[in-house]
Structure formats: structure tokens, C-alpha cells
């Protein structure tokens, strides 16, 4: 635990302008990101006397190690800087709301020659506009499911589409009119994409002249006694009104607004919103989020604006946000989503009305989804620390290991030896940070010497990390923006911040290429999957290094005993034990890691052939060899000219494929088992792309074998 004053910077090096600061940890891993309008004000808040501070204030400033800081010349800067640090660095000491779950949206892809209305989750694409989201993907497939009667656009895959092109047959959807079917040509792209783009309109709330129309039609056809049509815009009409009804109206029409609640008490804090467009409740979505520091109802809610429209741009940002309390100083972020929307945006309290009453059901939701989360999660958490504290206690820990690696080894009988690195902080993972090894040192099968290179290798980048660490930190931990330390001005381009001219350093987190460090934060324990050896063969690469702050622990399987340096006997952990259980879980995660990627390399190496030892031939080039000369037999006896035919084969090219291909043994015959008849055929294609021809699946000897 870090004195605050050991760090302390003198006041009168601390500017009194706007900036963002940074906490970082002894490991200089940032822990915490703020923004001030004045830093040296609000910096001094920190290093007051520790009784005074808020407990997770005060956790925080005994954590860091330094603090450092970046001077910008509005408070606008300020707010945008500090959503880029936060994203970038994830600070275990922000407020970070995270969604409970992925939330589905109805997306339509504007941006390919055929629209597609398909869900969607995750990221949103440039070019595909965005429906939702919606609370389960069911309502979004029953929504789309009724207007496809009136808007029939293609729905299907692109494995579909092109199947269908091909054979000149539509899928089922087809025949029974509810896709207007480009594939087979019965509408032209140009037609199909103004279809896609009503669907659109009729999904922002412009629905009132689609109904019009239809009921216009439908009038027509009664008049002319085509009472079969009529019947069928009757029930496209039905259609679209069921379709409405799923989104009630709640506010005037036109009405384009986001209503954000939150819900919290001293430990956590729930946010809940609602998209209304058109009047009507387009989406919802909530979020939960530890409170790791002392902040206000504004504050949070300034959060949440930072989270929900960081990444937006346009009218994904609406013409009106209604909060229950407002950000202190409101004008920078104000200002701020009106550069995101490029208009003006009202940010207010709804005082009365409507606006007020719906406020009130999102309010009711944000503590409903509060109550619901506590309900969840108050087993787990306490759960949780306990069994770092009995894992702390039975390997004689003098903390509990609020990080843990996990090594597990993986190959089938001695070939594509791989290992894997899993990694949990305070009991959860951390999946962002999982890493994969291929052993390098000898080959063969030996998990003992595989786990000694392993954890050589991950722990002295650890040590390379923290030698360059210590040579780029500064004395006091200023970094004013505009220069290096040497009075030499560094252009940041604005892509890197959001902030066009805003200059900095460049940060120590990152690799010269600009990659994040990869092994740059050192656990408390480390697991290896097996007994004995395997323990020993950690703790020895870890002191060969000079490493003497780091658990080590092994977890054997056959009968999960808890392996420990220097013991001949195991550690026992009752089967009843949440420090047993944690353990299991670390190590099940770290196999299943360690098998994917074992697989994953084998089921290559399955599938390489010929082509694949050409130095300098890509994927495109083997297709397009293939594709001309139909297989490699046929192009193992071409000549160099006749490679040269190939587009994108040169001279220099056609002879080392020639070369290699000369050099490479052919493959062997084909035998029926049944007859034992060699079966006399071309070879497959070794890109691994065409149907109907045999792929290798098993190890080459037959054998089933035993992946471990």
C-alpha cells in the first residue's frame, strides 16, 4: 500500500487550467482517469488527510503509485479526452457501465447492392442503419415477420443468395411473396433498394402515408371487384397496424428523445433508457456498474452520455435527452453532444406532463433492473471473496490474489504442442487479456519442459515491460500537451483522440507500433494445470528470471489437490470449498483454451497441402492456380510458361512454384476398403474450399488419439 504523499506533486507544478489526469499503479498500469476544469484544485482533493476521503477514494489514492496529467485549453476537450483514456485504458477505479447483456437491434444493410434486413448485435458498421434495440431478438423476428407482407426484402444469408443465384430457384420465402426475390431477378437492385429504404421509413415512424396508401389501393380494388386483392391489402393493412401496436405511443408524434434513469445506493448503481422516436418506444437497455468512486447522480449520468453516444454521430443522437439530474458544469456537455449530433441537443429535467410521467416509468425500471442485479449478484460477490481469502489462506498468500494466470499445456500425442494463458481479476475473467503460446524450444511431447519455457517466456516480457517502464517514467509526472519532456512538440493526429490538434505524449502501455503491451501486469498467483512436476518447473523459471513476489500453484486433476513449491505433500481444500471452486473454474477455462487453439492449428495443418510451402503465395494466387489448372496434379506437370498464364504469377514466381512442387512428394493413392482397388482421381484442392472432395479430418496415421 503506497503513501499518497510519496507522490504528491508541489501545487505550484500543477497548472490551474483545465486537464486529465491520470493514476497509475506501481506497475504503471492506469487505475484511474478523471478530468478538472481547474487541476491543481481538484487534484489537492486527493491528497488530503486519508480519514477524510471516501473509502474507495481512499482506496484508490493508496493503490497509485504516480499521477500524471495533460493540459487542454477547453473543458469540452477535457470531457472527449477523458471518454478516449477511459475506453483505452479501462481503469479498474472508473465508473464503467457495462451492459447485462448483448441487446439485439434490427439492422438493415444500406450499404450492400442487395439491402438486407437481418438482427444484429455488438458493433454497429458504417452503412447499416440500426433499428432498436430491442429487449429479445423474438420481437424483432415477429416485427419483421409481419412487415415482410408489406415491404418483402431479402432476408436471407449471403450463402443463400448465392446459392439461389446460381441454381435460379428463390428460397421458400420466395414462393409464398414475402421476399421480392433479386436473387433469381424479379426485381432489379434499384427497385429492391427502394424497398429496403420504405421498410425504413416505415420503421423511423413514418407510418401514417404507408397506411394511407394502402387503404387507398384497397378501396380501388373493391371498386373494381378484385376482391381477392382487396382481401390481401386488407390483411398487409392488418399487418402493419399489429406491427405499430408492439410500440406503444407515449409522446406526441415526432418526437425524437432519450430518457436516461438512474437508480443507485453506496455500492452500485443501475441505468436505465429508453429510445423514443416518432412518439413511440423504439428500444430499451439498462446497464449496472459498481460505484469505485465517490460520485453524484450527475456524475453518473454523465457517464452514461459518455457510454451512449461516445461512438455515435448524427441522428443517432437525438434532438432531446431527458435526465433525472444534470451534469455539473451541463454546458461542455451539452456542447458536446451537439458536436455529436451536429445540431442543437436539449439536455433538461422533465418538470411536468407526459415527459414527466414516462421519466417516472424509467425510473420504476432503473430500480426494478437495481433490485433484480442485488438479487443476482450478492451471493457472487460475496462468493467471490471468499474464495480469494481461502486461497490466500491455504497457500499462506499475505493478500488475497486479486489476479490469476493460469498455464495449461495442450498437444495431440507429441504434435502441435500449444499452451495457454487465462487470465481472472477478482474472480471474473478477463478474456481481453488471454493469450496463446506455440512451443518453440524443443519438439516432441513434455509438458514439463513446455510449461519451464512457457512461463519463462510470458515473465520475461514481464521483466522487458517493466525495464522500459522504469525508463520512460519522469520524475514529477507532468506531461503538458505540446511536448515530450524535451521541450519537442508531438502532433497527435485526431483520429488517436477525437480532438483535431490536441498534442501528448505517447503513452508507456503501448508497444513501438503502437499495439497495447501485451505482459505488462504481473499476477499475484499462477496456476498450472498438473501436479507436482509441472509446479516445479514454474517456480524454477520464475527464479531463474530473479522473480521471488509471485505465487505459484499447481492443480492436478485426478484427485484436484492444490500442488505448492517445495511440498511433498499436496494442499487439501475440502470439496465444499469456493476457493476449490475458483480454482477448478481458472484451470477448466485455461484447458478449454489451450484445446481450442491445439485444434485450431491441427485442423490446419490438416489441411495444408503442396501450395501451402511456396514462400510468397497467398490465398488468392493457390485459388486462382487451382481454378486454372484444376488441380495440383494437373499443375505439378505444367510447365514455368504455362504457370506464367496464371494472372499475378510472374516469372520469378512461376519457377519456385514449379520448384517446390518438384520437390514435394505427391500424395498417395486413394484405396477403396472395400475392394482395396486403388482409386485412380485428381488431387483435392488444397486451399480448402471445394465441395465434394475429400478433407482430412483425423490424425494422418489413422488413429483416433488423445488430446490432452
Not at 451541463?330 to 445540431?343: F, K, N, T
Not at 512457457?454 to 522500459?468: G, P, Q, S
Request: a negative charge.
Amino acid at each position: 500500500m503506497a503513501d499518497p504523499s510519496s507522490y504528491r506533486p508541489r501545487p505550484g507544478d500543477v497548472p490551474d487550467s483545465p486537464g486529465v489526469y491520470r493514476f497509475r499503479d506501481e506497475h504503471r498500469r492506469v487505475i484511474y482517469v478523471g478530468k478538472a476544469k481547474s487541476l491543481r484544485q481538484r487534484l489537492a482533493n486527493y491528497f488530503q488527510d486519508l480519514a477524510n476521503l471516501h473509502p474507495r477514494t481512499r482506496s484508490m489514492v493508496t493503490t497509485a503509485a504516480s499521477v500524471e496529467w495533460t493540459v487542454v485549453s477547453t473543458e469540452v476537450e477535457a470531457l472527449q479526452l477523458e471518454y478516449s483514456w477511459i475506453k483505452e485504458y479501462d481503469p479498474r477505479f472508473n465508473v464503467k457501465y457495462r451492459d447485462d447483456k448483448s441487446y439485439p437491434y434490427l439492422a438493415v444493410t444500406m450499404n450492400e447492392k442487395f439491402p438486407r434486413v437481418q438482427v444484429m448485435r455488438g458493433h454497429k458498421k458504417k452503412g447499416v442503419r440500426y433499428f432498436g434495440p430491442y429487449a429479445h431478438a423474438w420481437a424483432i423476428r415477429d416485427t419483421v415477420d409481419l412487415l415482410l407482407r408489406v415491404f418483402p426484402v431479402r432476408t436471407c444469408s449471403a450463402g443463400v443468395f448465392k446459392n439461389a443465384t446460381r441454381t435460379g430457384r428463390p428460397c421458400l420465402l420466395g414462393y409464398i411473396d414475402k421476399c421480392s426475390a433479386p436473387c433469381v431477378g424479379r426485381v432489379t437492385p434499384e427497385d429492391h433498394w427502394d424497398l429496403a429504404d420504405e421498410f425504413c421509413d416505415f420503421m423511423t415512424g413514418r407510418t401514417g402515408t404507408y397506411l394511407r396508401r394502402l387503404e387507398n389501393r384497397m378501396a380501388e380494388a373493391a371498386e373494381e371487384m378484385e376482391y381477392e386483392r382487396a382481401a390481401r391489402l386488407r390483411d398487409d393493412i392488418g399487418a402493419l397496424r399489429k406491427a405499430m401496436e408492439k410500440n406503444a405511443v407515449v409522446l406526441a408524434d415526432a418526437t425524437d428523445a432519450d430518457l436516461i434513469a438512474v437508480a443507485e445506493d453506496e455500492l452500485e448503481a443501475a441505468v436505465q433508457i429508453f429510445h423514443v422516436r416518432g412518439g413511440r418506444v423504439r428500444g430499451q437497455r439498462g446497464w449496472v456498474t459498481d460505484k469505485v468512486e465517490e460520485v453524484t447522480t450527475g456524475a453518473l449520468v454523465e457517464h452514461a452520455l459518455q457510454q451512449l453516444y461516445g461512438e455515435e454521430t448524427g441522428d443517432a443522437v437525438p434532438k432531446e435527452v431527458l435526465v433525472p439530474a444534470l451534469p455539473e458544469p451541463v454546458g461542455p456537455v451539452q456542447e458536446w453532444l451537439a458536436a455529436r449530433r451536429g445540431s442543437n441537443v436539449s439536455l433538461r429535467i422533465p418538470q411536468r406532463g407526459d415527459k414527466k410521467a414516462l421519466m417516472e416509468t424509467v425510473q420504476r425500471n432503473a430500480q426494478q433492473s437495481l433490485a433484480l442485479h442485488k438479487t443476482r449478484r450478492a451471493s457472487d460477490l460475496t462468493t467471490r471473496s471468499r474464495a480469494l481469502e481461502e486461497i490466500a489462506e491455504a497457500l499462506d498468500l499475505d493478500s488475497a490474489p486479486l489476479r490469476i494466470e493460469c498455464y495449461d499445456i495442450s498437444h495431440l500425442q507429441g504434435d502441435d504442442v500449444v499452451a495457454s494463458m487465462v487470465v481472472f481479476e477478482d474472480g471474473l475473467q478477463r478474456k481481453n487479456e488471454y493469450r496463446r503460446f506455440q512451443i518453440k524450444g524443443f519438439a516432441g511431447q513434455d509438458d514439463v519442459r513446455s510449461m519451464h519455457e512457457v512461463i519463462t517466456r510470458r515473465f520475461r516480457r514481464y521483466l522487458a515491460e517493466k525495464e522500459r517502464t522504469g525508463e520512460w517514467a519522469d520524475g514529477d509526472g507532468t506531461t503538458e500537451a505540446g511536448t515530450d519532456g524535451a521541450g519537442t512538440a508531438i502532433p497527435l493526429p485526431a483520429d488517436e483522440t477525437g480532438l483535431t490538434g490536441q498534442v501528448m505524449v505517447t503513452d508507456s502501455l503501448k508497444d513501438d507500433d503502437g499495439r497495447p503491451r501485451k505482459f505488462a501486469y504481473p499476477p499475484q498467483l499462477v496456476v498450472v494445470d498438473g501436479g507436482q512436476p509441472q509446479v516445479a518447473a514454474a517456480r524454477r523459471a520464475l527464479d531463474e528470471l530473479g522473480i521471488d513476489d509471485i505465487a505459484v500453484c499447481g492443480l492436478a486433476k485426478r484427485l484436484e489437490e492444490v500442488w505448492v513449491p517445495g511440498e511433498d505433500d499436496p494442499v487439501v481444500l475440502p470439496r465444499t470449498s469456493e476457493g476449490l471452486y475458483l480454482l477448478q473454474r481458472v484451470r477448466d477455462e485455461a484447458h478449454r483454451f489451450a484445446i481450442t487453439y491445439q485444434r485450431t492449428k491441427r485442423a490446419k495443418r490438416f489441411r495444408a497441402g503442396p501450395l501451402d510451402d511456396v514462400p510468397g503465395l497467398g490465398e488468392t494466387r493457390k485459388q486462382a492456380l487451382i481454378k486454372y489448372f484444376g488441380s495440383v496434379k494437373k499443375l505439378r506437370s505444367a510447365t514455368i510458361e504455362q504457370i506464367q498464364e496464371v494472372p499475378g504469377i510472374g516469372r520469378k514466381t512461376a519457377e519456385t512454384i514449379a520448384v517446390t512442387l518438384a520437390q514435394a512428394a505427391p500424395a498417395a493413392p486413394a484405396v477403396n476398403t472395400a475392394t482395396g482397388e486403388i482409386i485412380e482421381e485428381e488431387e483435392p484442392d488444397t486451399t480448402g474450399g471445394s465441395s465434394g472432395e475429400p478433407v482430412t479430418t483425423g490424425p494422418p496415421d489413422g488413429r483416433r488419439g488423445q488430446e490432452t
